[in-house]
């Protein structure tokens, strides 16, 4: 297998598990990129728009963009921090109270996705992705 076609792959399996997570959220109003954000703050508690950038690897605008609709949606609220250009995220009471429900869901999707994926083959997935994550950052 070339370098080019493992990329490729990991690309494509990427934007499915995206999507599919999409379509399951949606009765929700919520996308994914929601959900991760929602997930991050629910696990590690008040972080500031760049921990939770770095954390999930993705750039100021399109969070920025993501937690506005967390805000009008009621489900994050900014704080300020000590210095004045610096804010924490956080979630609302709202938020905390469908939290079981959204977990609920992506845990279906994520369930319905690997049903048929061998339970050896998850561990040393799951294995192979912690190692690799770890050398490259």
Same mark, same amino acid.
């Not at 494509?12 to 995206?18: A, F, M, P, V």
């Not at 760049?50 to 009621?74: H, N, S, W």
């Given at each position: ?36 954000? /929602?997930?991050? *703050?629910?696990?590690? $508690?008040?972080? %500031? !728009?760049?921990?939770?950038? =770095? ?11 993501? /937690?506005?609709? *967390?805000?009008?949606? $009621?489900?994050? %609220? !900014?704080?300020?921090?000590? =210095? ?54």
């Amino acid at each position: 297998m070339s370098t080019h076609e493992l990329f490729h792959t990991l690309h494509q399996l990427s934007r499915h598990l995206t999507n599919r997570l999409n379509e399951a959220l949606k009765p929700s109003g919520l996308y994914s990129a929601q959900w991760s954000v /929602i997930y991050v *703050l629910k696990n590690k $508690g008040s972080l %500031t !728009q760049k921990e939770i950038c =770095d954390y999930l690897f993705v750039e100021a605008p399109p969070m920025t963009r993501t /937690i506005q609709r *967390l805000v009008k949606q $009621g489900y994050v %609220t !900014q704080v300020p921090g000590k =210095d004045k250009r610096e804010k924490h995220v956080q979630l609302t009471e709202l938020a905390d109270q469908e939290y079981s429900k959204w977990e609920h869901i992506v845990n279906s999707v994520n369930h319905e996705l690997m049903r048929d994926f061998p339970i050896e083959s998850r561990e040393q997935l799951v294995k192979l992705q912690k190692s690799w994550l770890q050398q490259i950052l």
